[in-house]
Structure formats: structure tokens, C-alpha cells
């Protein structure tokens, strides 16, 4: 599957962004899901996932409560609704998919080129 993500930018602290992943190629809904973030120095990790059907999600610690993950297996389509941005949420913003348990250990197998989301403070 091809994994187009888009939607970051330049916002100020307290902001929102939303990230959109388009699929390509493969049946998207027999994947779940994930966002992965890499900031200046850091590793990728994960901050959300959500499984084929949108019934499972997961959230890092760090963004629960602020970022929500869904998505629309009829658009083909996931998305990141980033609210009450920090400045710490600073980072290039991956897409990936794969048939990986979505929880803190979920793994990509397919990835989107990333999206850059700067937030100023």
C-alpha cells in the first residue's frame, strides 16, 4: 500500500493541525493504522494507532487527551487531529500501516513520506 501524508505546517502553541494519510494500491481497510513522529535528535516513535476497523486506538502518554487518530475506509483515508499543540509536538509526521497490534509496540511496515509540524511558542 502507498501512504501519502499532508496536512502539516507552521501553527502557534495551543493550535491545531489535522494530518491526512492517503492509501493507495492495496485494500487500506486491511490495515491498521499509525502516526509515528521523529522531532530534531530524537527516534520515531509512535504517538497513535488505530486498528483496520477504527474500533481499537491507541495514544502515546504524551498526546492522550490532545491528538486523536481515525479514519475513513471508504476514502481510503486516515487522519490526526492535533489539538493544543506544544512546542514539543515539533517533529516530522510519518504514516505507516501493517497488520502490527495496535498498542505501544505497533510497528509500520508500509510508511508515507513524512510531513513537517513546527509549532512555535
Known amino acids: 500500500v502507498q501512504l501519502q501524508a499532508s496536512g502539516g505546517g507552521l501553527v502557534q502553541a495551543g493550535g491545531s493541525l489535522r494530518l491526512s494519510c492517503a492509501a493507495s494500491?492495496?485494500?487500506?481497510?486491511?490495515?491498521?493504522i499509525g502516526w509515528f513522529r521523529q522531532g530534531p535528535g530524537k527516534e520515531r516513535d509512535v504517538v497513535a494507532a488505530?486498528?483496520?476497523?477504527?474500533?481499537?486506538?491507541y495514544y502515546a502518554d504524551s498526546v492522550k487527551g490532545r491528538f486523536t487518530i481515525s479514519r475513513d475506509n471508504a476514502e481510503n483515508t486516515a487522519y490526526l487531529q492535533m489539538n493544543s499543540l506544544k512546542p514539543e509536538d515539533t517533529a516530522v509526521y510519518y504514516c505507516a500501516a501493517s497488520t502490527a497490534p495496535v498498542n505501544k509496540y505497533y510497528r509500520g511496515h508500509f510508511w508515507g513520506q513524512g510531513t513537517q509540524v513546527t509549532v512555535s511558542s
Open positions: 494500491g492495496r485494500t487500506f481497510s486491511n490495515y491498521g
Open positions: 488505530i486498528s483496520w476497523s477504527g474500533r481499537i486506538s
